[in-house]
């Protein structure tokens, strides 16, 4: 789609980033701690398809598609903006670009090529005025562009790039203000496989968002990082970041020391959810084992610990549903679950026709909590939180590839925003389209 002279007028004469909306889906998760809560209300449970946006030809459309291991869904997990009185959706794609398209019609403003694959979501920021989008390829790089331009703000190479260097593995962006200071902090895995200087490192780095000046980066592992999650326990902004070699890792965000690191019973692809009960803060994530843990925030102890029928990759979300604090979250034993998070107990399970490895996203339906989650039996889902009982759900297309290897691809997860014409559910499926529900 050509960018047209409307949308370039559009966005000379109407710049603006003040919220008209409902709060935005600024990264993985929703927010810093990965609620995957939005307070948007549709009316009824009968969504329907208003557009679908496909971004480029698959660059395996041939006769026969093929499959690589960690090859992702064609698009990353999503984060949005307020643009004048238009909400934006940003993304990135496998085809190296990140794209900034309008809500209400599914056409794409500008892109941005990076220099390779984008499969970690964005996040999305208005700092002092002007519109962050903050997003890693695999080119080893973090990018800031400007969310109303689609111009580079800055960008920053982790690992210097020769002939031995792979791609790194980047988690989803996060944007905290500490005192005056709005800081980045994302997750990148370099690997350099020279036989005399072999290097794997899973890094944590944070950066000053405005300019992108390096603040400090802390070597946690040699195994990938997931996305991390922040908070405060007392005075002091905390990030937690679960890894591939089974840590939880609990991190000075104002200088990247360790503070504690938990050891979980086997390799973590979920990222951490942070919820509080009590006033007291908890940390909830999954394992390749089928264990959910919770973790106190503070002291590193285990809260309690469910067992589903096979891996957790699924990042959870939480929500206040009657009183109850819910955790819900996905597992590749086909279910979704929800958890209550005083004692451990499961709530509820619905059961889909394959596993599940993306993330919830919560909003409301005639004002009750909802559920939206994805399965690979190429549907997408609307529960009820309180019960667990199917509300809607919507088949996409099939796998564009022959097939996949459990556990190693990391699917897109669906959002929740809202612009002038109500909320909107967006999705991107593994059939390489985006889909707009209202």
């Known amino acids: 789609m050509a960018l047209s002279f409307s949308k370039i007028l559009f966005a000379l004469l109407f710049f603006s980033t003040s919220p008209l909306f409902a709060d935005n889906w600024e990264t993985f998760g929703k927010d810093s701690e990965h609620s995957g809560y939005i307070e948007v209300n549709f009316k009824s449970p009968e969504l329907k398809n208003i557009w679908k946006f496909t971004p480029t030809l698959h660059a395996w459309a041939y006769e026969k598609t093929s499959y690589e291991k960690g090859m992702n869904v064609w698009s990353s997990s999503y984060s949005t903006l307020d643009i004048g009185d238009k909400k934006i959706i940003y993304s990135g794609f496998y085809d190296h670009n990140l794209y900034a398209i ?223 604090p819910l955790i819900f979250i996905g597992s590749h034993d086909r279910n979704v679950y929800a958890i209550n998070c005083f004692d451990g107990k499961k709530v509820w399970s619905f059961q889909t026709q394959n596993f599940i490895a993306t993330s919830p996203a919560m909003a409301n339906i005639a004002g009750k909590i909802v559920v939206f989650i994805n399965s690979m039996d190429d549907n997408i889902y609307c529960l009820d939180a309180f019960s667990g009982k199917e509300l809607w759900q919507y088949k996409t297309g099939k796998l564009i590839w022959e097939y996949t290897t459990r556990g190693d691809t990391p699917w897109s997860s669906p959002i929740v925003t809202e612009n002038k014409k109500g909320p909107i559910l967006i999705f991107g499926s593994y059939d390489g389209t985006m889909y707009a529900f209202n």
């Open 102 to 324: 309008d809500s209400e019609t599914g056409e794409y403003i500008w892109r941005y090529t990076t220099g390779g694959t984008l499969n970690s979501s964005p996040a999305a920021k208005e700092i002092n005025g002007t519109p962050f989008v903050f997003i890693a390829s695999s080119d080893r790089t973090v990018y800031a562009i400007n969310g109303h331009t689609g111009k580079k703000i800055w960008s920053y190479e982790t690992e210097v790039w020769d002939y031995t260097t792979s791609k790194s593995i980047p988690s989803s962006p996060i944007v905290e203000k500490i005192g005056e200071q709005y800081f980045l902090f994302i997750c990148i895995w370099n690997n350099n496989f020279a036989s005399f200087r072999n290097i794997q490192k899973g890094e944590l780095f944070s950066f000053n968002a405005l300019s992108g000046e390096l603040i400090w980066r802390k070597r946690l592992t040699s195994l990938p990082l997931n996305s991390p999650a922040i908070t405060y326990i007392g005075d002091k902004p905390v990030i937690f970041v679960t890894s591939h070699d089974g840590n939880l890792y609990s991190i000075d965000a104002r200088d990247g020391n360790i503070l504690w690191h938990f050891i979980s019973d086997s390799s973590i692809r979920s990222s951490p959810v942070i919820i509080k009960i009590n006033n007291k803060k908890y940390v909830i994530f999954g394992t390749r084992f089928g264990n959910i843990y919770a973790i106190e925030a503070e002291s590193s102890a285990i809260f309690w610990k469910i067992k589903t029928g096979h891996a957790v990759d699924s990042t959870g979300a939480f929500a206040i549903v009657e009183n109850k």
